[in-house]
Every structure is written in structure tokens, then in C-alpha cells.
């Protein structure tokens, strides 16, 4: 257990579904990541929040949207996804910016 | 060609060998992670370093700034070290941004 927490652990989803990735730190940090991770391919940075503000995003469709309503919850919101989306995506939380980061287990999602 | 390197891709030891695995990169860093990650996709930071060497338990983890190298060492290995293990950089101008090395498969057998 790191601390930090993701539901659903496990999402198949259609083309035209909307559904949303949630995760949760109960560390006290106050930076959120979100990271994509395709098979046989390195984990790619998506988008970085720090203290609730969007300080990075790495050229992420529109397709996929952040939320961080706190400092302890992140959310990634689905819709319109491609086959080629289905990838484990992971958050992590930092107790800053540029700090060690701890990871959630991930949600593997799958879009048929 | 990737900004981080690793080697080997895949590596299989029997149980009680001594095991390396290697980063290079080639950017200026502010800090390099090793990591490891289970199947079933969960992923723990191992070491975060940015000089000289650091152990814990069977583990060492040591970096060469000047040569842009960093290798993870297991001694006594286990089956139960099997998983991949990522080595990732933060560059000195990339701010929050890791980039991350493809990932060593260690399979340990008893």
C-alpha cells in the first residue's frame, strides 16, 4: 500500500462511452500526476496538478480531460476514445513537484 | 533513440545470483528514480538519487553523473524480486517531467 488509491481498477469501454478514472491520496501531498502506460512502450507523463493547479500537460488529446477539485483527489474524465487508448493508466502523488513520487495500481482500460 | 536507456531488456537468474541492471542516459538530470513494478501494473519508487549510492536491504542503487550512468544492483536475489524495474530521470530544465528507460523484466527461479 503506497497511499494512494484508483478506481476502477479495471474499465472496457465503447467508442462512445463517457466514464471517468478516479484517484485519491491520503499522504498529504499536494502534487497529482496522471501517466498513460501502453504495452512494450515507457510510462508517458499526461498531465501534472500542483496544489489543484494544472502545471503540466504533456499533449494530451481533448479526448482526455483532469479534474483536481483538491489537493487530495484526481480525476481523469473519458469520452470518445480510440482502441489505440486502451493502455494501464497510473496516478501518482509527490509531496511536491520535482520530489519522489508515489503510485497508485493503476486502472487498465480497455475501449472496444 | 530514447533520452534513457536500459540494459538488459529481459534478464533471467536463478535464485541467490548477484544481478545488475543498467541506465544510461544523456541529458543533464536533477535526479534519477529506479522503480519497480509487479504485474498486475502497480509500481514502487525503489531509490530517488542524484549521487554516489544508496542501499536498502538487498538493494543498491549507485549513479555516475560525469559518465550519465546509474546501475541497480540485488544481491541474494529471490523469486519473489521478479517484476520490471524502470529507471527514470528528471532533467535539470524539465521541471515536474520524469522521462522513463523501457524497463528491465527480472525473472528470478528458484
Known amino acids: 500500500e503506497t497511499g494512494v488509491t484508483q478506481t476502477p481498477r479495471h474499465l472496457v469501454m465503447g467508442m462512445t462511452n463517457k466514464k471517468s478514472l478516479k484517484c485519491e491520496q491520503h499522504?498529504?501531498?499536494?502534487?497529482m500526476y496522471w501517466y498513460k502506460q501502453s504495452a512494450k512502450k515507457p510510462l508517458e507523463l499526461m498531465f501534472v496538478y500542483s496544489l489543484e493547479e494544472r502545471v503540466e500537460n504533456n499533449s494530451v488529446p481533448s479526448r482526455f480531460s483532469p479534474e483536481c477539485p483538491n489537493s487530495s483527489h484526481l480525476f481523469l474524465h473519458l469520452h470518445t476514445l480510440q482502441p489505440e487508448d486502451s493502455a494501464l493508466y497510473l496516478c501518482?502523488?509527490?509531496?511536491?513537484?520535482?520530489?519522489?513520487?508515489?503510485f497508485g495500481p493503476g486502472t487498465r482500460l480497455t475501449v472496444t | 533513440k530514447n533520452e534513457v536507456e536500459q540494459s538488459p531488456q529481459n534478464l533471467t537468474a536463478q535464485e541467490g545470483e548477484f544481478i545488475t541492471i543498467n541506465c544510461s542516459y544523456s541529458?543533464?538530470?536533477?535526479?534519477l528514480h529506479w522503480l519497480q513494478q509487479h504485474p498486475g501494473g502497480g509500481i514502487v519508487s525503489l531509490f530517488m538519487?542524484?549521487?554516489g549510492k544508496k542501499k536498502h536491504g538487498r538493494l543498491i542503487a549507485t549513479i555516475n553523473i560525469q559518465e550519465k550512468h546509474s546501475s541497480l544492483h540485488i544481491t541474494a536475489s529471490h523469486p519473489r524480486d521478479s517484476a520490471v524495474y524502470i529507471c527514470?530521470?528528471?532533467?535539470?530544465?524539465?521541471?515536474?517531467?520524469?522521462?522513463f528507460g523501457e524497463g528491465t523484466q527480472l525473472t528470478v527461479n528458484p
Open positions: 541529458v543533464g538530470i536533477s535526479a
Open positions: 499522504l498529504g501531498h499536494n502534487a
Open positions: 538519487l542524484s549521487s
Open positions: 527514470a530521470v528528471r532533467g535539470e530544465t524539465s521541471g515536474s517531467r520524469l522521462t
Open positions: 501518482a502523488s509527490s509531496p511536491h513537484t520535482g520530489s519522489e513520487q508515489y
